[in-house]
């Protein structure tokens, strides 16, 4: 045994922040989020066919400012992960693996998923052709 003050694996202190690292937790934390919205759209699902009083409780959260925050990070989490999911397929072949590569494609998803998310949200609103 060491009487060494070492941690005895790799921790925190020793990563540097990576655009990519950060790309990649993001991409696992919409996954997660991506779990928890279905269960939103199984309760509009369940509402939807239990009738006009459930729908109407339904349709009462999704309007409160919560519910709207939970849609609208739903809604950016399946566009990131979307976009994420292509980025990895690309891998799949074999492209992309370059650290500068990596970067400015991780940069394209994040931006692509914000912008998405706007564009959705501004149709939804009927903002857009109506």
């Not at 655009?19 to 779990?35: E, F, K, P, Q």
Request: net charge neutral.
């Amino acid at each position: 045994m060491s009487t060494d003050n070492r941690p005895l694996s790799p921790h925190l202190q020793v990563y540097s922040f990576q655009w990519t690292m950060a790309y990649s937790i993001i991409h696992r934390i919409t996954g997660v989020g991506l779990s928890f919205g279905t269960l939103l759209l199984v309760w509009w699902l369940v509402a939807l066919a239990s009738g006009p009083a459930a729908f109407d409780t339904f349709q009462w959260f999704a309007g409160s400012w919560i519910g709207r925050l939970m849609l609208f990070g739903f809604t950016w989490a399946m566009f990131y992960h979307f976009a994420n999911g292509i980025r990895h397929m690309v891998w799949d072949v074999g492209w992309g693996f370059e650290i500068p590569t990596a970067r400015t494609t991780g940069h394209f998803v994040a931006a692509s998923s914000v912008v998405l998310t706007l564009i959705a949200w501004i149709i939804g609103y009927g903002l857009i052709g109506g």
